[in-house]
């Protein structure tokens, strides 16, 4: 059964620029959340989506912002990139036939914001 | 609002060694706890998911407890090994929303 599956695994950007970035649940997952970590903040909870609809949002600025697709998968946006946005961006799934509410992540998207 | 804490920051020990990993949080009222393992520049690996009406699970050589009363969850690991020097993080469940501690990086030493 093939993990939680996250796109590009490393990016570079400069500021001003848009990033996307991409996550694949676990198949039969329907719930996906993204996570922001840095050294200074540690693991930070930006949203979480379920059937399509956001369901939870943390206290990032809207520059921030997902969707989630038919399929689960889902994707997140940051625009107008700032030097701070630099960071390890993960996506976890969970939910399916089981689900006991274990969180499942995948590899992480390192940006680098220059 | 949540909070997760996690003691120590850092811990060194020798192989061989039994270990405790501490983690507290504010809230009660959670859903579950998990704990993490994360590698150098890696995800996170599930270890071990504890429900609210738990009170332990156990998975190998690790054994995870949950006392909500107190606000309070430890990791604890038999017989440490070099390969399980990492990041250890827990995290809480409530409301929807998962809250992580800061970690404890551990490093076991041959």
């Known amino acids: 059964k093939a993990g939680v599956t996250q796109t590009p695994r490393y990016l570079i950007k400069t500021r001003g620029q848009q990033v996307t970035l991409s996550c694949s649940p676990i198949?039969?997952?329907?719930?996906v959340s993204w996570y922001q970590q840095t050294p200074g903040q540690g693991l930070q909870f930006l949203f979480e989506?379920?059937?399509?609809?956001?369901?939870n949002k943390g206290n990032f600025p809207g520059r921030f912002s997902g969707r989630q697709f038919s399929n689960s998968r889902s994707e997140m946006n940051v625009s107008t990139l700032e030097l701070g946005d630099s960071a390890l961006y993960l996506c976890?799934?969970?939910?399916?036939?089981?689900?006991?509410?274990?969180?499942?992540f995948g590899e992480g998207s390192r940006l680098t914001v220059l | 609002k949540q909070e997760v804490t996690q003691i120590p920051a850092a811990l060194s020990v020798p192989e061989g060694e039994n270990l405790v990993l501490n983690c507290s949080f504010t809230?009660?009222?959670?859903?579950?706890l998990q704990w993490f393992r994360q590698d150098p520049g890696k995800g996170l690996t599930s270890l071990l998911l504890i429900q609210s009406s738990q009170r332990e699970q156990t998975s190998g050589r690790l054994n995870a407890s949950l006392d909500k009363s107190s606000g309070r969850s430890t990791l604890y690991i038999a017989a440490s090994q070099p390969g399980d020097s990492a990041t250890y993080l827990c995290a809480v469940t409530a409301g929807n929303m998962l809250t992580f501690g800061g970690g404890t990086r551990l490093m076991v030493k041959p």
């Open positions: 989506y379920f059937s399509e609809t956001q369901r």
């Open positions: 809230d009660s009222a959670i859903y579950n």
């Open positions: 976890a799934s969970t939910g399916g036939r089981r689900n006991t509410g274990e969180l499942f």
């Open positions: 198949s039969g997952h329907r719930s």
